[in-house]
Protein backbone atom coordinates (compact mmCIF):
# COMPACT_ATOMS: atom_id res chain seq x y z
CA UNK A 1 0.00 0.00 0.00
CA UNK A 2 2.73 2.57 1.21
CA UNK A 3 4.37 1.79 -2.37
CA UNK A 4 1.42 2.53 -4.28
CA UNK A 5 0.95 5.49 -2.48
CA UNK A 6 4.82 6.45 -2.66
CA UNK A 7 4.90 5.95 -6.89
CA UNK A 8 1.11 8.27 -6.88
CA UNK A 9 2.52 11.14 -5.21
CA UNK A 10 5.57 10.98 -7.33
CA UNK A 11 3.32 10.76 -10.52
CA UNK A 12 1.44 13.41 -8.99
CA UNK A 13 4.29 15.55 -8.66
CA UNK A 14 5.64 15.15 -12.05
CA UNK A 15 2.32 15.98 -13.68
CA UNK A 16 2.37 19.43 -11.55
CA UNK A 17 6.01 20.28 -12.15
CA UNK A 18 6.75 19.16 -15.89
CA UNK A 19 4.20 21.71 -17.61
CA UNK A 20 5.86 24.81 -15.59
CA UNK A 21 8.66 24.84 -18.05
CA UNK A 22 7.29 24.40 -21.03
CA UNK A 23 3.99 26.59 -20.54
CA UNK A 24 7.55 29.21 -19.86
CA UNK A 25 8.85 27.87 -23.12
CA UNK A 26 5.48 28.56 -24.85
CA UNK A 27 5.48 32.21 -23.57
CA UNK A 28 8.72 33.19 -25.13
CA UNK A 29 7.72 31.54 -28.44
CA UNK A 30 4.43 33.90 -28.51
CA UNK A 31 7.07 37.13 -27.92
CA UNK A 32 9.33 36.17 -31.01
CA UNK A 33 9.94 39.35 -33.61
CA UNK A 34 9.38 38.67 -36.79
CA UNK A 35 12.39 39.26 -39.16
CA UNK A 36 12.38 43.22 -40.31
CA UNK A 37 10.51 43.58 -43.78
CA UNK A 38 10.51 45.82 -46.44
CA UNK A 39 7.48 47.07 -48.60
CA UNK A 40 8.84 46.20 -52.72
CA UNK A 41 7.17 44.84 -55.76
CA UNK A 42 8.43 41.84 -57.07
CA UNK A 43 7.98 40.83 -60.34
CA UNK A 44 8.66 37.08 -62.17
CA UNK A 45 6.73 34.02 -63.39
CA UNK A 46 4.09 32.09 -60.83
CA UNK A 47 5.66 28.72 -60.69
CA UNK A 48 3.99 25.49 -59.06
CA UNK A 49 7.31 24.43 -56.59
CA UNK A 50 6.74 20.94 -57.30
CA UNK A 51 6.62 21.22 -60.57
CA UNK A 52 8.82 23.16 -61.11
CA UNK A 53 11.92 21.98 -59.05
CA UNK A 54 10.98 18.32 -58.97
CA UNK A 55 10.21 17.82 -62.39
CA UNK A 56 11.80 20.77 -64.54
CA UNK A 57 8.36 21.47 -65.66
CA UNK A 58 7.17 25.15 -66.95
CA UNK A 59 6.03 27.23 -69.51
CA UNK A 60 2.33 27.83 -71.04
CA UNK A 61 1.66 23.91 -71.66
CA UNK A 62 2.30 23.39 -67.86
CA UNK A 63 -0.64 26.16 -67.62
CA UNK A 64 -3.69 23.77 -66.58
CA UNK A 65 -1.22 21.22 -64.66
CA UNK A 66 -0.05 24.22 -62.23
CA UNK A 67 -3.60 25.47 -61.78
CA UNK A 68 -4.65 21.50 -60.64
CA UNK A 69 -1.77 21.25 -58.36
CA UNK A 70 -2.51 24.41 -56.49
CA UNK A 71 -6.33 23.25 -55.85
CA UNK A 72 -4.26 20.14 -54.70
CA UNK A 73 -2.45 22.00 -51.84
CA UNK A 74 1.40 22.28 -54.12
CA UNK A 75 2.48 25.96 -53.32
CA UNK A 76 2.53 28.71 -55.84
CA UNK A 77 5.55 30.67 -55.90
CA UNK A 78 7.54 33.60 -58.01
CA UNK A 79 10.11 33.05 -59.47
CA UNK A 80 11.90 36.43 -60.60
CA UNK A 81 14.59 36.48 -63.33
CA UNK A 82 17.22 36.81 -61.95
CA UNK A 83 16.62 33.16 -60.02
CA UNK A 84 15.27 34.47 -56.72
CA UNK A 85 12.16 32.47 -55.67
CA UNK A 86 9.26 34.21 -53.02
CA UNK A 87 7.05 32.21 -51.09
CA UNK A 88 3.75 33.96 -50.84
CA UNK A 89 2.68 34.39 -47.29
CA UNK A 90 -0.47 36.00 -45.39
CA UNK A 91 -0.32 38.19 -42.13
CA UNK A 92 -3.02 35.96 -40.92
CA UNK A 93 -2.59 34.28 -37.93
CA UNK A 94 -2.47 31.23 -38.99
CA UNK A 95 -1.48 31.93 -42.54
CA UNK A 96 -3.96 31.87 -44.95
CA UNK A 97 -2.17 29.60 -48.23
CA UNK A 98 -2.24 31.95 -51.09
CA UNK A 99 -2.74 30.09 -53.89
CA UNK A 100 -6.03 31.04 -54.69
CA UNK A 101 -4.51 34.67 -55.25
CA UNK A 102 -2.03 33.67 -57.91
CA UNK A 103 -3.98 30.58 -59.61
CA UNK A 104 -5.10 32.41 -62.35
CA UNK A 105 -1.74 33.49 -62.90
CA UNK A 106 -0.23 30.22 -63.02
CA UNK A 107 3.07 29.98 -65.45
CA UNK A 108 2.90 33.84 -66.27
CA UNK A 109 4.14 37.22 -64.93
CA UNK A 110 3.20 38.98 -62.53
CA UNK A 111 4.36 41.96 -60.57
CA UNK A 112 3.10 41.51 -56.47
CA UNK A 113 3.67 44.35 -54.26
CA UNK A 114 3.73 43.51 -50.57
CA UNK A 115 5.92 42.90 -47.07
CA UNK A 116 9.44 41.56 -48.43
CA UNK A 117 11.29 38.96 -45.73
CA UNK A 118 14.19 37.48 -45.84
CA UNK A 119 15.22 34.69 -42.91
CA UNK A 120 16.96 31.53 -43.21
CA UNK A 121 18.48 32.17 -46.41
CA UNK A 122 14.25 32.02 -47.86
CA UNK A 123 12.49 35.18 -49.45
CA UNK A 124 8.41 35.79 -48.45
CA UNK A 125 5.74 38.24 -49.51
CA UNK A 126 3.01 38.87 -48.01
CA UNK A 127 1.18 39.59 -51.38
CA UNK A 128 -1.11 43.08 -50.46
CA UNK A 129 -1.74 42.90 -54.39
CA UNK A 130 -0.65 41.09 -57.64
CA UNK A 131 -1.13 41.92 -61.13
CA UNK A 132 -0.72 40.53 -64.58
CA UNK A 133 2.85 41.98 -65.64
Known sequence: MFSRLSAFSALLALAVLLPMPLHAQGKEKMAMKAPPSRTASVTGTVVDVSCKFGQGLTGAEHRM???VCSDRGIPLAI???DGELYLPTSADMPGNAQN???KEFAEQRVTVSGKVFEAGGAKA???ASVKKA
Open 79 to 81: LTD
Open 65 to 67: CAQ
Open 100 to 102: DRL
Open 125 to 127: IQI
